[in-house]
């Protein structure tokens, strides 16, 4: 049985990996991404270190302003200097020079690294021993920002980084790490001494783990408002069945859907779906918990903490469902598209 990253190869995969599954030690990884996504107009495919450190010491200031834990080091010369900033201790230029000093040590050079090895495009090249001292973006980083993905690349990267910075921030045990999900605002939160905490959008969080595409006929998606192809936030294991089946509002059970799949003519509304698809829905989590904090955490938590485990939880699950449900949907995939 294969998995979501063993598909289509291209461009937005390799960049959607590095954003979901590279480590995760601090943030300028995101802030990076989001630097980059802003310098894509630039007349020049050089970019200085004097240049990306203004949006990437902005993009760390905001954030820090809503999560001050920015990293799982103890203290941050750099992250100390932002601080400093927002609190209009140290000016726009001293920000800028220590950001270049500091700011770019480990994170230029991991970028590129997912699992221990580096992945199979690159989209910049660093050029930081030469004399302008910079990095040099490739054609694989303007092709990627030319492409349609690139619209749901972007917000799916600061849902990604609000996810990391709330587990971070929460200080607590990973076992204690529970990310859920609302069913009215389509939000995932946490809870913190009881109290909620929205964290980010269920659609721009699940959508870099799909690749952009419906979980039962593998068409396109889009988490842009005001698409026709905007996709639908669907419990795998319907709603209604909320009494019967334990923790369905959990990330395990939400997948992204087009419309017609979910709701359209011979949609799945609140069918059960095949049990082919089952085996679909543990691989796809199984590729979740491979993205680490805190949806590793909160999926063995929602689950079980081996894979054996997970896999009777879902067996379980599909018992409680059908016995309830009777009846399951599968709508025909046309050949030749992908396979998970």
Known sequence: MSRFYHVEPSLDNYWR??????????????????????LANSSNDFISLEQ?????????????????????AKSSRFLATCTDFNLGKVDQDYLCTQTVRLGFQN?????????????????????????????RLTDNFYTLM?????????????????????????????NLVRVEHDHDSKQLFTRLNERRVNITSSRDSLNGYQKGRCFYCFGHITIESGKSDLADVDHFFPWVIREHVPGIN?????????????????????QLPHIDYLYRLHARNEYFIN??????????QQTGKT???????????????????????????????MNF
């Open 17 to 38: 990996s590095i954003i979901l599954f590279g480590n995760n030690v601090a943030s300028y990884k995101f802030a990076l991404a989001c630097s980059l996504y802003e």
């Open 250 to 270: 959990g990330i395990w059970n939400l997948i992204l859907a087009c419309r017609s799949c979910n709701r359209g003519e011979n949609g799945k509304f609140t």
């Open 52 to 72: 990306l450190a203004v949006p990437f010491s902005r993009h760390i200031c905001e954030h820090l302003k809503d999560a001050p834990k920015q990293t799982t």
């Open 291 to 300: 993205s680490h904090l805190p949806i590793r955490e909160t999926l063995m």
């Open 146 to 174: 030319a492409s349609q993905a690139i619209n749901s690349i972007k917000p799916e990267t600061n849902a990604r980084w609000r996810l990391v910075e709330s587990a971070w921030q929460l200080g607590l045990s990973r």
């Open 107 to 135: 994170v230029i050079d991991a970028f590129h690294n997912v699992n221990h090895r580096e992945v199979g495009e690159r989209f910049f090249m660093d050029e930081r021993k030469t004399t302008n001292k910079g990095i």
């Open 307 to 337: 894979e054996a485990l997970r896999r009777a939880f879902l067996q379980g699950s599909y018992n409680q469902a059908k016995v309830q449900l009777l009846h399951s949907w599968k709508k025909p995939e046309p050949r030749g598209l």
